[in-house]
């Protein structure tokens, strides 16, 4: 039985062997050839479908660490601002250790599914008229003066909790890819995935690291522009960011990998979205801009045919039915309503 992040890495997190872990049997997420992907590239594309995880994101990696580390340390409320992710997988630990979960979020601007997460879970939700970037602002400092523990990705554990992913890719493959596509927002994951990336290089002597490809949403590409946004704006949500807290964990991924951090349009990224979905794999927008990002840097000659890459989807796109419903293909048309009778059906069946 797979047992959860913490229990099956240990060696490689910072845990003694009384650590009782906080699980609920996050990771071990498949990783999934995307075969039109690839021949549209004629890269070897494969997906590491991270929405497969227990609250639908990668967060639960991250969170399981961090969770298991407070509840050693005694805390009794974590806190967090979030995009919508961070904060379901925030309360959903939070409800498995016994701990209240408050979490912070830009009013109207999550995800219908995250939201309701969050509620059924039974955090507390408090929503800022505001942007992430500012609710971040915000609970970091309350953690400074208050009995509460910041689980965004600030907290180092959650950094731990992450680079997982990085080992199960190499595990799966026999080998780390050339290249590792992966969105970003506020740059913890891709500054995780970089860390495990290099300690199963030095400990499980990987034959080399990938490249690291982070991309972010154009209207919120802070670290390609080099300067915050004070108003980041995109459809993908979870990546609507301006001054990422990580910012120099990403710079040292990609400049030490020989990678890069480009930008990907809402266009780009949503084009991408339904392109995943053609393989069979519903991913949030803001996962998309990993393929969307790989298919631009392959067309702009960065990449040579035949190399390998891994791009992270990062979140479940049933997080965003909205989103979903106003981008899908065939959806302009909406369903074709008709009588309830065989012939009805089989005419339209038939396009007559
Ligand atoms: N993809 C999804 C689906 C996310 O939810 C996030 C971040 C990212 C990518 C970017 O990861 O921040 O480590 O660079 N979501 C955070 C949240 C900010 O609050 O849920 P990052």
Known sequence: MWRGVVEEYREFLPVGPDTEPVSLQEGNTPLIYARQLSERTGLEIWLKYEGL??????KDRGMAMAVTKAKEDGAKVLICASTG???????????RAGMRAVVVIPDGKIAQGKLAQAYMYGAQVVAVRGNFDQALAIVRHLAETHPVTL????????????KTAAFEICDELGEAPDVLAIPVGNAGNITAYWKGFVEYHLHRRTRHRPRMFGFEAEGAAAIVQGKAIAHPETIATAIRIGNPASWNGAVEAVEQSGGMMGAVTDEEILEAYRWVAREGIFC???SAASVAGLVKARADGRLEKGMTAVCVLTGNGLKDPDTALLHAPGRAEG?????????????AMMGS
Not at 53 to 58: I, L, V
């Open 335 to 347: 369903p074709q309503v008709v009588e309830a009778t065989e012939e009805a059906v089989a005419n």
């Open 53 to 58: 995880n227990p609250t639908g994101s990668f």
């Open 85 to 95: 992710n961070t904060s379901a997988s925030a309360a959903a630990y939070a409800a």
């Open 284 to 286: 949030e927008p803001a």
């Open 151 to 162: 689980v965004n990705s600030v907290n180092p554990f959650r950094i731990e909790g992450q």
